[in-house]
């Protein structure tokens, strides 16, 4: 699908939207997380990984070309190599987990969390966020 300017500034302004939702879950404490916070968390910084990797890889293509998909770990491998080194060394200096790591292990977390309660789910839920604001910040620069 092929979206103008302005619709690729509403993709990131979404995700703005659920990073923030997860950012307040975050601050909320631990309290949060264990009356049920961690599920939405997830879901939501998930999704907001999700609209700033296709923003960025739309805002890459000659045509704003947006991909589909849900898989965290394929967004980022069809971003421009420079891109992701970029993003991975931002990543690099914020947290101790690879990033190759992390989007292996949470790359279907935004379909995966919203199930939780029908099989065991794993991720690394504040390291989410740190990539998530990585991204924002990216974006925002575009």
């Known amino acids: 699908m092929n979206l103008s300017v302005l619709q690729l500034k509403e993709c990131a302004s979404n995700a703005n939207s659920f990073l923030r939702v997860a950012e307040s879950i975050e601050k909320d404490g631990l309290s949060a997380l264990v009356m049920g916070g961690l599920n939405p968390l997830v879901v939501n910084v998930a999704f907001s990984i999700e609209l700033y990797l296709k923003s960025i890889k739309a805002h890459e293509s000659t045509t704003c070309e947006y991909p589909t ?74």
């Open 69 to 142: 998909g849900h898989k965290l770990d394929e967004l980022f491998k069809i971003l421009k190599p420079s891109t992701q080194q970029q993003i991975k060394t931002s990543f690099a200096q914020r947290s101790e987990v690879p990033l190759d790591d992390l989007l292996s292990e949470a790359s279907n977390s935004f379909v995966e969390w919203r199930y939780s309660h029908e099989k065991s789910v794993d991720a690394h839920p504040f390291e989410l966020i740190k990539f998530a604001q990585i991204l924002r910040d990216y974006t925002e620069k575009l």
